[in-house]
């Protein structure tokens, strides 16, 4: 590939990523961050002693790390410190009662034995599909940059097809009973951003990568990654820019032309775009936009959130460090969310405790919290309504735990859709990107090269492969295949 300037709107995983491999190809890459901060969604909150990753805060799928960094003869370890979470986490489900899921199969299978006899056999036959699953999406499929249907087409795929017309939701229900159980199996698709009867059977890879890999925790939080990639790239020659707030994508004669950039118009060969793909295409005048509003309408999103963080002045207990609470009925939220989309009666929960294993988080004796409830994207967001959510999972959060905590809490930031839309002009505020459903898995995703603008590029969670920090990494190097393709 010749040697191009390439500017990069935004630095997410996505980005960041993008930028090594491009670099790494002899390109001058420049990002442009609308925020003081790079990281995109992986930003934090540092207040009073305290650290919170204000977006991911799992870490799964740690093959997926280590290749990206090994494609510059590097290692995680070679930027930051990883922890295997033990328990990885635990799912309450009632007052004190609560499954435990620890950090092998082994000791996974006992707990559901506990739960239901005769269970870890059939969860052994689960997961040994669900690997078969991960090896052949995870090491092959979504390396795939979605250009055509064929790329789905192999001789392993093709025994698979059932996999592809039955949902998580449906494979789950014929093996287990106990709706404890079928609620653990069903929460790692969450992570997909739709909900488990409209998943595809196949991807039940997240199970191997929920209890085949387990969970880990970065030392400093997920930002210690973000931390890691940036110093990679500045390494490898990128440039990046904070406070720019992209206003425009320059063209001519249906080929991008450069960016405008806090009023300063600025040319490039090549425009690669990270930050929300409706966002970017709204940068373009109407008639080079691939997909209309309608076409966006349409499309099934992953959930917005409500999330609070939370300086707690002691330690908590009966905790994990992710800690989740399904004492509440699972389908009515799902329904509140993709169905009816309204503000939850009665929502689920997620909490994260990380000065639990982390000493950085919070100063001694005190605790971190991050709470999070998923909402359906473009509804109503006031104070009043985070104020009441979250007086709302503080009462169940005090009564299912058994502890008091309302009178311990030092400060609490909130996070939720009018600040996704604010901070990275998210389409409707939804938090994760578009929803991996049949008919948005793929080729059917929107593109990573733009069909109207030559040298128009796009990266990150609304298009290919999907939603979630390790398929970002992998929509990074996708898009950098293809712009060495196309632009060589």
Same mark, same amino acid.
């Given at each position: 590939?010749?040697?191009?300037?390439?500017?990069?709107?935004?630095?997410?995983?996505?980005?960041?990523?993008?930028?090594?491999?491009?670099?790494?190809?002899?390109?001058?890459?420049?990002?442009?961050?609308?925020?003081?901060?790079?990281?995109?969604?992986?930003?934090?909150?540092?207040?009073?002693?305290?650290?919170?990753?204000?977006?991911?805060?799992?870490?799964?799928?740690?093959?997926?790390?280590? @290749?990206?960094?090994?494609?510059?003869?590097?290692?995680?370890?070679? #930027?930051? %410190?990883?922890?295997?979470?033990?328990?990885?986490?635990?799912?309450?489900?009632?007052?004190?009662?609560?499954?435990?899921?620890?950090? *092998?199969?082994?000791?996974?299978?006992?707990?559901?034995?506990?739960?239901?006899?005769?269970? =870890?056999?059939?969860?052994?036959?689960?997961?040994?599909?669900?690997?078969?699953? !991960?090896?052949?999406?995870?090491?092959?499929?979504?390396?795939?940059?979605?250009?055509?249907? +064929?790329?789905?087409?192999?001789?392993?795929?093709?025994?698979?097809?059932?996999?592809?017309? =039955?949902?998580?939701?449906?494979?789950?229900?014929?093996?287990?009973?106990?709706?404890?159980?079928?609620?653990?199996?069903?929460?790692?698709?969450?992570?997909? &951003?739709?909900?488990?009867?409209?998943?595809?059977?196949? !991807?039940? #890879?997240?199970?191997?990568?929920?209890?085949? +890999?387990?969970?880990?925790?970065?030392?400093?939080?997920?930002?210690?990654?973000?931390?890691?990639?940036?110093?990679?790239?500045?390494?490898?020659?990128?440039?990046?820019?904070?406070?720019?707030?992209?206003?425009?994508?320059?063209?001519?004669?249906?080929?991008?032309?450069?960016?405008?950039?806090? &009023?300063?118009?600025?040319?490039?060969?090549?425009?690669?775009?990270?930050?929300?793909?409706?966002? *970017?295409?709204?940068?373009?005048?109407?008639?080079?936009?691939?997909?209309?509003?309608?076409?966006?309408?349409?499309?099934?999103?992953?959930?917005?959130?409500?999330? #609070?963080?939370?300086?707690?002045?002691?330690?908590?207990?009966?905790?994990?460090?992710?800690?989740?609470?399904?004492?509440?009925?699972?389908?009515?939220?799902?329904?509140?969310? !993709?169905?009816?989309? /309204?503000?939850? %009666?009665?929502?689920?929960? !997620?909490?994260?405790?990380?000065?639990?294993?982390?000493?950085?988080?919070?100063?001694?004796?005190?605790?971190?919290?991050?709470?999070?409830?998923?909402?359906?994207?473009?509804?109503?967001?006031?104070?009043?309504? @985070?104020?009441?959510?979250? %007086? $709302?999972?503080?009462?169940?959060?005090?009564?299912?735990?058994?502890?008091?905590?309302?009178?311990?809490?030092?400060?609490?930031?909130?996070?939720?859709?009018?600040?996704?839309?604010?901070?990275?002009?998210?389409?409707?505020?939804?938090?994760?990107?578009?929803?991996?459903?049949?008919?948005?898995?793929?080729?059917? @995703?929107?593109?990573?090269?733009?069909? /109207?603008?030559?040298? +128009?590029?796009?990266?990150?969670?609304?298009?290919?492969?999907?939603?979630?920090?390790?398929?970002?990494?992998?929509?990074?190097? +996708?898009?950098?295949?293809?712009?060495? $393709?196309?632009?060589?």
């Amino acid at each position: 590939m010749k040697k191009q300037t390439i500017a990069i709107i935004g630095s997410g995983f996505s980005s960041l990523a993008a930028s090594c491999y491009l670099a790494q190809g002899g390109n001058n890459v420049v990002i442009y961050e609308k925020n003081e901060t790079v990281g995109g969604r992986a930003r934090q909150i540092k207040k009073e002693g305290f650290t919170f990753d204000i977006g991911p805060t799992w870490y799964w799928m740690p093959d997926v790390f280590e @290749r990206f960094f090994s494609d510059f003869n590097k290692k995680p370890s070679d #930027f930051y %410190e990883l922890i295997k979470l033990n328990p990885a986490y635990s799912v309450y489900f009632g007052k004190d009662d609560f499954i435990t899921i620890e950090d *092998t199969l082994e000791k996974i299978c006992a707990a559901f034995e506990n739960e239901e006899t005769g269970s =870890s056999e059939k969860l052994k036959g689960f997961m040994a599909q669900a690997l078969d699953n !991960y090896n052949i999406a995870i090491k092959d499929l979504v390396y795939r940059p979605g250009v055509s249907p +064929l790329e789905l087409v192999t001789p392993v795929t093709i025994k698979k097809l059932g996999q592809f017309f =039955s949902t998580i939701s449906k494979d789950v229900r014929k093996e287990f009973n106990n709706p404890r159980l079928i609620s653990i199996l069903e929460f790692p698709v969450l992570f997909l &951003g739709a909900k488990p009867s409209n998943t595809p059977a196949f !991807y039940s #890879f997240m199970n191997y990568a929920d209890f085949g +890999l387990g969970t880990f925790h970065p030392v400093s939080g997920m930002y210690a990654v973000i931390k890691g990639m940036k110093k990679l790239a500045e390494d490898l020659g990128v440039v990046i820019k904070t406070n720019q707030n992209v206003e425009e994508i320059l063209t001519d004669n249906n080929q991008a032309k450069g960016i405008k950039v806090n &009023g300063e118009n600025i040319l490039a060969d090549i425009v690669l775009s990270g930050a929300d793909y409706h966002h *970017t295409e709204t940068l373009l005048p109407k008639s080079l936009r691939q997909y209309s509003e309608s076409y966006w309408e349409k499309k099934t999103f992953a959930p917005s959130s409500l999330l #609070f963080y939370v300086g707690f002045d002691k330690k908590l207990k009966n905790v994990e460090h992710h800690t989740l609470f399904f004492d509440v009925d699972f389908e009515k939220h799902a329904t509140e969310i !993709y169905d009816t989309p /309204k503000w939850p %009666e009665d929502p689920l929960f !997620y909490a994260s405790f990380p000065s639990k294993t982390d000493t950085n988080c919070a100063p001694k004796g005190q605790e971190a919290g991050i709470f999070l409830i998923p909402l359906a994207p473009g509804i109503e967001d006031t104070p009043e309504l @985070r104020a009441l959510y979250f %007086e $709302k999972i503080m009462t169940r959060f005090e009564n299912l735990t058994s502890q008091e905590v309302k009178n311990h809490v030092i400060f609490k930031e909130s996070f939720c859709i009018n600040d996704f839309i604010e901070d990275y002009n998210s389409y409707k505020g939804n938090a994760y990107g578009l929803a991996n459903t049949l008919l948005q898995t793929a080729f059917l @995703r929107p593109k990573l090269k733009s069909k /109207k603008v030559r040298n +128009l590029y796009f990266t990150g969670q609304l298009s290919v492969p999907g939603p979630g920090v390790p398929p970002s990494l992998i929509s990074g190097k +996708l898009v950098a295949g293809l712009i060495s $393709k196309y632009n060589a």
